[in-house]
Every structure is written in C-alpha cells, then in structure tokens.
C-alpha cells in the first residue's frame, strides 16, 4: 500500500491539488491504504472469476503489459 500511496500523492501534487483535483485518498494515512487494500486482496480471493490481482510497481509498458495480458485471457483474444 505504500508504493500506491506514494504514486498517488505524486500524481495528485503533479495534477495540481489547486486546480480542483481530488486528494481525499492521498491525504488518508497508510493504516487506512494497508486496510482497504487487504480488503480488495480479500474480494480478488473470494472472487477470481472477477478479479485479477496486477502488480503497478512496474513501469508504465510492464503494466500496461500485464494488464492487457489479463483482459486478453478473460476475453479470450489477442490484442494489439
């Protein structure tokens, strides 16, 4: 939950907090982050069917990367 929480405050100071950006979850402390990602951990187990768990640590391609790998299975196509 750090390194989300880490990206998120990033982007939400690169967006401009001052332009009206939400920053509700940025400014929520990471006891909060680590409960509400056990919580999606625990959806993503109860529910495989549904869920995909990907790893976002990586850079942009290696996620961009797994992701489509993942709707490509559930939909059963290749993609571009």
Do not use: K, S
Request: charged share 30%; with cysteine.
């Amino acid at each position: 939950a750090g390194d989300g929480l880490a990206r998120a405050r990033a982007r939400a100071g690169a967006a401009g907090a001052e332009e009206g950006g939400e920053t509700r979850y940025e400014r929520m402390d990471l006891a909060m982050h680590e409960r509400l990602r056990q919580g999606f951990l625990d959806i993503a187990a109860r529910a495989p069917e549904r869920c995909a768990l990907v790893d976002a640590r990586g850079d942009v391609a290696r996620v961009r990367a797994a992701v489509g790998a993942v709707v490509a299975d559930r939909l059963g196509i290749a993609l571009p």
